[in-house]
């Protein structure tokens, strides 16, 4: 930022008005970030692109008004030890009248004014071939349809406890199950994620702000604009969401709260580490914050354009969920600079040297960093940097090592979530007494004169129920379903679709596609397989140009990006064995290697920035070599404490009963924590004084055999004080 500019943002009249500006337009936004929820698109099926063939084949039935997208089968499922009696099948009916009188939301699929929950004893009077009482007669389920439009995720909750507070049999154990209990536990997993979630990742951040500043007072000023960049964040997305058809789920809304406080807060400590070294060197706080502005400001707007930039690589992928997560995340970094550049140096401007108390940094002492920590790392480092950067290479590549036991196959139902939520224990149940989920088909769309022959193709696919009758649709096409004998995310629900899409594309002039749960679910992994080759290096790309531009050289952006590739490899090598061994999870989400890609290289990349802005900046006067141990020196606490931060408030995400989000956050944690105390600070700096000058190559920025030694600090100039009140 121009030295100017950073010193009007920052004058003594001025800071007053960009406070309030930013202020009010943060209140203006508040009420907006309650309503974020009621934007949210979690339904699968909006996930997904146009090409994959369960949207053909959703397209093709709703636009014949043969099935509703909106519908959420549901089951209702009971068990008694010893078998269900008569009067427990009796009660049953009881509670299949009373949801469909007294339950929003029940479909009517005879058009007879009445809704349809079919019982067990119902079926058996109508002849129905399904199949509602187990063998055992221990387990036996209520099938019925739920549709609330498109406010299905928002609607499902209290409809899930409507039922639940009517199917109650004493004795008996009653479980929510099928798609509609499933989108029940998911919408609780999500319960709080505007609230609870945000309040502990504040309290993680203050706790370690208090350490990290030493001061009872300081720590107010990062969290009150952090929170006001989140009340931005998520006011200018739900607008997008609302207006523009920006795709934000709950998994979005989660991460965009998360990255926006962790990041803010990071751009906060780089900012007043700097301001406080300033004030050391300017009798005027005004003057002070000028200068900090502007030596800080183009190393945050670096990180936060390589974050949003990154970031924006998402919506290249085929998947809309990780498209939608592209624009959220860009929205909440963009703000989150906005702020951390305009109201943070405002009020600490405002509120003087004071807020620093009990060390207020005083006009002309000296800067205690310079004989800290990270300058004794740095001189030892000095005497043998090769050796440092060889050793700590091969460390990390042992850690990648752990990559070969990272399993991106996907999670079923049960290893989708961290605890046993309702609909797990009635999913157990179905499959443990023999009874097939009704809620879970295979929907096949095929030409009319060619469906018996496509039904007939199915009949040698393991694992798959008869078909039922085929429907006629428009256009000359025809639909039936078939019931599949697995969980719904599970690999063999896969295996089992795979097999019938072969089957049925073997039928010549059929036009036969495949739809239903189990193909959504499939595509979701063939789509996210697809984004992980496509999107890893194009943000790879797209930081390396970012960094030529911004170092304006070539072989540092090289040896940037390999650290950082480096460090994500061995994160997710030491994450995997976590998984395994320590966590006990089944495996990872397809998407997960590309979620933590992109977060690991955008923010890991952010620490070599602020690193590296710093060690250019004082190339210019000491040479490469000597540049780099001051850099080390000077912003080693920082961001040693921006990582702790940032590591932090994703772990936060652990507190959310997702496998995917509890990995993310631990992958992500471990990431930034080897980049800040191990790659930043010991690999890139030893590769710094090995290489010396030519790592600016071609640049001619630092041409000089500069030598590393030993030098005097000048002593400061002490004469001028702080005048009283400053």
Same mark, same amino acid.
């Given at each position: ?198 309040? @502990?990742? +504040? !309290?993680? #951040? %203050? ?12 720590? $107010? =000023? /990062? ?99 990780? @498209?939608? +997560? !592209?624009? #959220? %995340? ?12 305009? $109201? =943070? /140096? ?99 769309? @095929? ?280």
């Amino acid at each position: 930022m121009h030295r100017q500019i950073a010193g009007k943002l920052t004058g003594p009249v001025t800071k007053w008005i960009v406070a309030v500006a930013v202020l009010f337009i943060a209140f203006a936004l508040a009420p907006l970030n309650a309503k974020l929820a009621d934007v949210q698109n979690n339904e699968a099926s909006s996930w997904l692109p146009e090409s994959a063939e369960s949207t053909k084949v959703l397209e093709e039935l709703s636009s014949s008004n043969t099935q509703d997208p909106n519908d959420i089968p549901t089951l209702v499922v009971y068990q008694r030890d010893g078998g269900l009696t008569d009067a427990d099948f009796a009660e049953m009916d009881e509670h299949a009248t009373e949801i469909g009188a007294d339950v929003d939301g029940v479909t009517d699929s005879n058009d007879d004014g009445t809704p349809d929950v079919l019982s067990p004893n119902v079926a058996e009077q109508a002849g129905l071939p399904q199949k509602l009482v187990s063998d055992d007669g221990e387990v036996a389920y209520l099938y019925l349809v739920l549709n609330f439009g498109e406010d299905g995720w928002n609607a499902i909750p209290d409809a899930a406890e409507d039922i639940r507070s009517l199917a109650k049999i004493d004795g008996a154990t009653v479980h929510l199950a099928g798609y509609g209990g499933q989108a029940a536990d998911a919408a609780e997993s999500f319960e709080g994620i505007d609230t609870n979630l945000i309040f @502990a990742t +504040l !309290g993680v #951040v %203050i706790i370690i702000l208090l350490f990290t500043y030493r001061s009872p007072i300081l720590w $107010l =000023l /990062p969290i009150i604009c952090a929170v006001v960049a989140n009340l931005i964040a998520t006011g200018v997305v739900y607008l997008l969401a609302k207006h523009a058809d920006l795709t934000v789920n709950g998994q979005s809304q989660a991460i965009l709260s998360i990255l926006v406080i962790g990041a803010g807060t990071d751009y906060a400590l780089l900012l007043v580490a700097r301001y406080r070294e300033e004030l050391r060197r300017h009798d005027d706080r005004h003057e002070a914050m000028a200068f900090a502005l502007h030596r800080a400001a183009p190393a945050i707007l670096a990180s936060a354009a390589t974050v949003c930039v990154g970031m924006l690589c998402l919506v290249f992928a085929d998947l809309n969920s990780t @498209a939608g +997560l !592209g624009p #959220v %995340i860009a929205v909440g970094i963009a703000a989150t600079f906005l702020v951390m550049v305009t $109201l =943070l /140096p405002a009020l600490l401007v405002i509120c003087g040297r004071w807020v620093f108390w009990p060390k207020r940094p005083t006009f002309g002492t000296p800067e205690p960093t310079s004989s800290g920590l990270w300058a004794k790392v740095g001189n030892a480092i000095k005497p043998r940097p090769r050796a440092v950067w060889v050793v700590t290479t091969g460390l990390l590549l042992v850690a990648c090592v752990g990559l070969i036991r990272l399993d991106t196959g996907g999670l079923s139902t049960e290893e989708t979530y961290t605890k046993e939520f309702d609909s797990i224990k009635g999913q157990k149940l179905l499959e443990d007494h023999g009874l097939q989920d009704a809620s879970n088909t295979i929907q096949v769309v @095929a030409d009319t004169d060619q469906i018996d022959a496509v039904s007939q193709a199915l009949a040698g696919v393991e694992g798959l129920g008869a078909p039922g009758t085929a429907v006629p649709l428009s256009d000359g096409r025809s639909y039936f379903e078939a019931t599949i004998a697995a969980d719904i995310s599970s690999q063999k629900a896969f295996d089992i679709v795979e097999a019938s899409r072969d089957a049925v594309h073997d039928v010549d002039g059929a036009s036969a596609l495949v739809g239903g749960g189990a193909a959504f679910y499939l595509d979701t992994k063939i789509a996210a397989n697809r984004d992980n080759l496509v999107i890893i290096p194009l943000v790879l790309l797209v930081v390396f140009i970012i960094l030529l531009l911004l170092l304006r050289a070539v072989l540092a952006p090289v040896i940037l990006i390999a650290t950082v590739v480096l460090s994500f490899g061995a994160a997710l090598g030491i994450s995997a064995l976590l998984f395994e061994f320590v966590f006990g999870f089944a495996g990872a989400d397809p998407g997960f290697p590309l979620f933590a890609f992109v977060f690991l290289v955008a923010l890991g990349i952010d620490y070599n920035i602020f690193l590296m802005t710093r060690v250019r900046e004082e190339t210019a006067a000491h040479g490469t070599r000597k540049g780099s141990l001051i850099a080390l020196s000077s912003t080693g606490g920082v961001i040693t404490s921006a990582g702790l931060v940032l590591a932090a408030t994703f772990l936060v995400l652990g507190s959310l009963p997702l496998v995917f989000l509890a990995e993310l956050g631990v992958a992500v944690a471990l990431g930034v924590l080897l980049d800040t105390m191990i790659v930043r600070s010991v690999l890139v700096t030893a590769i710094n004084l090995d290489i010396g000058g030519k790592i600016w190559w071609p640049s001619n920025l630092d041409r000089g055999e500069n030598v590393v030694a030993e030098e005097p600090e000048a002593e400061p100039d002490t004469s001028a004080k702080v005048p009283a009140g400053v």
